[in-house]
């Protein structure tokens, strides 16, 4: 069974880091492209970034030079480094399995940046 758990969340001030992590399981997770992607309140959902399983990235233009996505195929899990936080990132962050069309969702977790 696919799993992907994400953590590391919460509430930040503007200004602030954060660091998201996805565990998976029950799949071959380094031959895997992983996503992350973002639904802010009352709006749709809004890739940000992608990794291949080869380790090359690429990321929305709205959150580049800001976000940063990785992985530690050792550990089977993913990362979302976020840093310089501003209001307009809260949202849920989902995991997804695949660099584009994803096939497997983690539950997400909240990203809250307010002072």
């Known amino acids: 069974e696919v799993q992907l758990v994400e953590s590391g969340g919460g509430l930040v001030k503007p200004g602030g880091s954060l660091r998201l992590s996805c565990a998976a399981s029950g799949f071959t997770f380094s031959s895997s492209g992983m996503s992350w992607v973002r639904q802010a309140p009352g709006k749709g959902l809004e890739w940000v970034s992608g990794i291949y399983s080869g380790g090359f990235t690429f990321y929305a233009e709205v959150i580049k030079d800001r976000f940063t996505i990785s992985r530690d195929n050792a550990k089977n899990t993913l990362y979302l480094q976020i840093n310089s936080l501003k209001p307009e990132d809260t949202a849920v962050y989902y995991c997804?399995?695949?660099?584009?069309?994803?096939?497997?969702w983690g539950q997400g977790i909240q990203v809250t940046v307010s002072s």
């Open positions: 997804a399995k695949g660099a584009w069309g994803y096939d497997y």
